[in-house]
């Protein structure tokens, strides 16, 4: 049975932001990233184990984008749902707070 995927008002917020921010200089560029960012989030409707832990959240997962871009989730197993937390730019230095 395959989970539900829920993405949370501040991920939205976080994809949001990135994709104006590149759009100012390559509008493809950020269709093309908020296309491939919302089709691997959805992907984790079917195995959503299969990306590792955050070493000091281990309730959370964490999955790359291209270089840079991390998607961080929590998968909700009573509910069967895979909850999409933070839309983060590595570019930025360390990992987001939860």
């Known amino acids: 049975m395959d989970f539900k995927v829920v993405f949370t008002e501040t991920f939205c917020c976080n994809l949001e932001d990135i994709l104006e921010h590149i759009a100012a200089h390559d509008p493809m560029a950020a269709t093309k990233l908020g296309d491939r960012v919302i089709d691997m989030c959805e992907a984790l409707s079917f195995f ?12 959370i997962r964490r999955l790359v984008v291209g270089k840079y871009y991390k998607v961080f989730y929590r998968i909700k197993q009573g509910n069967r749902a895979v909850e999409i937390l933070r839309l983060w730019d590595g570019r930025r230095g360390s990992n987001p707070h939860f």
């Open 48 to 59: 959503p184990e299969r990306y590792p832990r955050v070493r000091r959240r281990p309730n």
